[in-house]
């Protein structure tokens, strides 16, 4: 094997099951890689909504205070190589298929997955560059997903909602408890929204974990809606109605610029950020600038994500990852805030293991017409099954597509001047739609 896609290939069907929990075959694997623990602090981030976000912030904010961080996401949404970045920038093939020469070389007889694969790689590839600083996101769950093969100095679970429950269990107290599987003994946490639940809490005092919970620990505000200043006044006098505070346990910031992030839980997630780097700071000390710099300059695709086109017509294309109730609720409230002037059409695609009616009923009267279409994995069901599951729970499908670009081309087909369209759900969605107006533009 000489390419990555090769390589990718073969790794999808090296081991016997796509999802295969646990770390005893990390651990073998990294014992024969000699890899030793990072000398550099690292950071884990977990939970169910706002990894990806709470993710992009922290490197952000550390690289423009000047420290190289290597960053691991997954899945991603164009190139494989976005999951592995190096102080800014995607690793190269080249880096990647030495990575996984070396990993193949120590595996022994373990079959790894695919994710695996794409955990030691990055271990691998940072541990090389002799980064400042690692920022891991979880894969699934916590307690026995690959990443936590590596102790994190600080971790954050971001939130607590219903989904992968076939893995991970049927309720918030289950999956708060897997998730809070990246707690360390002595080593801070940190949970990132307000609705706690109390497995939480418990893992952490059964470690001797430092907890600290937004609300509690660290909080943030910014001016109500009805003191805020109007545009006009905004241009002519100041943007003070973006400006927030932070109050962490030992500093505070004050007239902090808005997360260049959409959407008003980007605040919940920023804060998680400053109270992780409060706790870092006598390894990792980042000046306000830094913090400003950061906030203004981040950036991450899909993560309702707006796109201008005007051809054929005006039209307003929104790509957001929302794909389990509790982040399509996020994306109908933000929808809701930015009212269109013409009509809302969707263009979604949702995997078989996800609620689909959850998703549908979260999103009830959102939308002015639907488009569902059919998505390339193993794990999604038939595309009719899937159009009658969305319109029992509410939806009204105008169209159904067997790919996300048929879709997409069904949405701009119909739309008028004014119109926006969202195309949302599963990676697998998203993904494929940036791509469609990327050509196109």
Not at 147 to 158: E, H, L, R
Not at 175 to 202: L, T, V, W, Y
């Given at each position: 094997?000489?390419?990555?896609?090769?390589?990718?290939?073969?790794?999808?069907?090296?081991?016997?099951?796509?999802?295969?929990?646990?770390?005893?075959?990390?651990?073998?694997?990294?014992?024969?890689?000699?890899?030793?623990?990072?000398?550099?602090?690292?950071?884990?981030?977990?939970?169910?909504?706002?990894k990806g976000s709470t993710v992009a912030l922290t490197s952000r904010i550390l690289a423009e205070a000047g420290y190289r961080v290597g960053t691991f996401t997954s899945p991603h949404l164009l190139r494989y190589n976005e999951r592995i970045v190096l102080d800014g920038r995607e690793v190269s093939d080249e880096s990647l298929v030495a990575a996984f020469e070396r990993i193949d070389a120590a595996r022994g007889e373990d079959t790894l997955t695919f994710f695996e694969f794409n955990t030691l790689a990055a271990l691998l590839i940072f541990d090389t560059a002799g980064v400042d600083a690692m920022v891991l996101e979880v894969g699934l769950g916590g307690r026995l997903d690959s990443?936590?093969?590596?102790?994190?100095?600080?971790?954050?679970?971001?939130s607590i909602s219903l989904d992968h429950m076939d893995w991970l269990g049927p309720d918030?107290?289950?999956?708060?408890?897997?998730?809070?599987?990246?707690?360390?003994?002595?080593?801070?946490?940190?949970?990132?929204?307000?609705?706690?639940?109390?497995?939480?809490?418990?893992?952490?005092?059964?470690?001797?974990?430092?907890?600290?919970?937004?609300g509690r620990d660290f909080t943030w505000s910014c001016a109500p809606a009805e003191d805020r200043t109007t545009r006009a006044q905004r241009a002519v006098e100041s943007?003070?109605?973006?400006?927030?505070?932070?109050?962490?346990?030992?500093?505070?910031?004050?007239?902090?610029?808005?997360?260049?992030l959409v959407g008003e839980l980007q605040f919940d997630n920023a804060s998680a950020v400053l109270c992780a780097l409060e706790c870092l700071s006598a390894r990792l000390p980042v000046s306000r600038d830094a913090i400003e710099r950061g906030l203004k300059t981040v950036t991450l695709p899909g993560r309702f994500q707006i796109i201008t086109r005007n051809e054929p017509v005006a039209t307003e294309w929104i790509l957001d990852v929302a794909h389990n109730p509790a982040a399509a609720q996020a994306l109908g409230a933000q929808l809701a805030n930015c009212p269109a002037g013409g009509r809302t059409l969707a263009v979604c695609g949702i995997l078989g293991d996800k609620d689909i009616e959850g998703v549908a009923a979260s999103l009830r009267g959102a939308f002015d017409a639907w488009i569902v279409v059919g998505l390339d994995s193993p794990r999604a069901v038939p595309l009719n099954d899937l159009s009658q599951r969305?319109?029992?729970?509410?939806?009204?499908?105008?169209?159904?597509?067997?790919?996300?670009?048929?879709?997409?081309?069904i949405a701009q087909t119909m739309a008028r001047a004014g119109d926006r369209i969202v195309a949302f759900g599963s990676f697998l969605t998203v993904g494929p739609a940036l791509e469609w107006l990327q050509t196109r533009r």
């Open positions: 094997m000489k390419s990555l896609s090769e390589w990718l290939r073969w790794q999808e069907k090296l081991h016997p099951s796509a999802i295969d929990l646990g770390l005893d075959r990390m651990r073998r694997t990294l014992a024969r890689l000699a890899w030793q623990t990072p000398k550099c602090p690292v950071i884990t981030v977990g939970g169910t909504n706002g990443v936590n093969a590596v102790d994190a100095d600080v971790a954050i679970v971001t918030v107290e289950s999956i708060g408890r897997e998730k809070a599987g990246i707690f360390r003994a002595g080593r801070p946490a940190i949970f990132g929204s307000r609705d706690m639940p109390n497995s939480i809490a418990e893992v952490a005092q059964q470690l001797g974990t430092p907890l600290y919970r937004l943007e003070r109605d973006d400006r927030w505070s932070w109050r962490g346990r030992s500093s505070s910031y004050e007239d902090l610029p808005r997360p260049a969305l319109a029992k729970a509410g939806a009204n499908i105008v169209a159904n597509a067997d790919s996300v670009a048929s879709g997409c081309e």
